[in-house]
């Protein structure tokens, strides 16, 4: 499977990208509890924003997480068939950063630091001299 992003940067790049997973998750997570609290209909898109944020909290599945953080937003805040009992404020620019945010993260990647790293993580490939053995193990 093709990825967006080439590496799992440690370091302060991977710090960087640890604190917009961070700020992006708990956005979403916030998000989902206010909608949690209004009509019934809205727990579906509340609890698979809720699900995102920590997927993008953990960097568990991010390309995946960060998709389904955005559709959740859009849903929420941007359609305009809301119904008239959920009479909660809607902050078009902080949604449209939070959008932003969660883009960046699919195409970034999720750093040196999440659980897709150490699930999908580069590798070091050690060649022997034996022509027949070839050895893999993860970069640490």
Same mark, same amino acid.
């Given at each position: 499977?093709? @990825?967006?992003? =080439? /590496? ?10 640890? $604190? $917009?997973?961070?700020?992006? &998750? ?13 009509? &019934?209909? /809205?727990?579906?898109?509340? &609890?698979? =924003?809720?699900?995102?944020?920590? =997927? *993008? ?13 955005? *559709?959740?937003? %859009?849903?929420? /805040?941007?359609?305009?068939? @809301?119904p008239p009992d959920t009479a909660l404020p809607v902050d078009r620019a902080a949604a449209a950063f939070l959008i932003v945010d969660a883009v960046?993260? %699919?195409? *970034?990647?999720?750093?040196?630091? =999440?659980? +897709?790293?150490? *699930?999908?993580?580069?590798?070091? %490939?050690? %060649?022997?001299? +034996? ?5 893999? /193990?993860?970069?640490?």
């Open positions: 499977m093709q @990825r967006f992003f =080439s /590496t799992f940067p440690g370091g302060w790049p991977g710090l960087g990208l640890l $604190l $917009l997973r961070t700020a992006v &998750a708990i956005a979403a997570v916030a998000q989902a509890i206010q909608f949690m609290t209004t009509a &019934a209909w /809205t727990w579906v898109v509340a &609890a698979a =924003s809720l699900l995102a944020g920590a =997927s *993008l909290g953990a960097g568990f599945l991010t390309p995946g997480a960060g998709t389904a953080s955005a *559709l959740a937003v %859009i849903v929420m /805040t941007a359609l305009p068939w @809301r960046a993260l %699919i195409l *970034l990647g999720p750093g040196a630091f =999440s659980v +897709d790293a150490r *699930l999908f993580g580069r590798r070091v %490939i050690v %060649i022997s001299r +034996d022509e027949n053995r070839v050895h893999t /193990t993860s970069e640490e």
